[in-house]
């Protein structure tokens, strides 16, 4: 059987699966509106329902679970948080801190940290933000060797700077570059494969 693959923007509001028996979440976006997708497909990894951006989608469950278990495949995010974030909370957010996770306390894993000094260029959004007069934000810099869930949002928070907007830009060799929200575009199988080997 030959695989596919492919790269989107998942957009603010939209949940990172194809289905759900869930009778609360019939009202929401799924997945397979984006794109006619083949059959088996599947997200790698998640990214929370008020989360964007970048996610892999792909036939091989295989492939899947290896992009998973891959410390080299890091994962790139913006972060617009609330408040002008620290040189002390960026340090505390590189070298580890803890969060719940599968209601247990967790120390995350060593991090690239970084300012941004401007606002990135990113898709426009329909989330609604709060204006610069409820006070100031900042947007940082994260790459991250793991991912568990809303890890990122949990991590700003332990800090004191809660995350107010959240973009993946990058996962493993792959950027968002000039792609909109809800783009869709295929990914070759042989680069994909070399990637993460």
Known sequence: MEHRHFLIYKPFKMVSQFISNDRHQKK?????ELYDFPNGC???GRLDETSEGLLIITTDGQLSNNINRSKTFTKQYYAQVDGV?????SKMLASGV?????AKPYVTDTCDVKKLET??????????IRDERHGPTSWISLTLNEGKFRQVRKMTSAVGFPTLRL???RIGI??????KSGEVMELDDNTLRDAIS
Not at 98 to 102: D, L, Q, R
Not at 174 to 179: A, D, L, Q, R
């Open 28 to 32: 929401k976006r799924f997945l397979g």
């Open 167 to 169: 973009v993946r830009v």
């Open 98 to 102: 803890e969060i719940t996770s599968n």
């Open 174 to 179: 792959y950027e968002i570059g000039t792609m």
């Open 119 to 128: 606002v990135p260029n990113l898709p426009e959004t329909k989330q609604k």
């Open 42 to 44: 599947m997200a790698v």
């Open 85 to 89: 974030i620290t040189e002390k909370a």
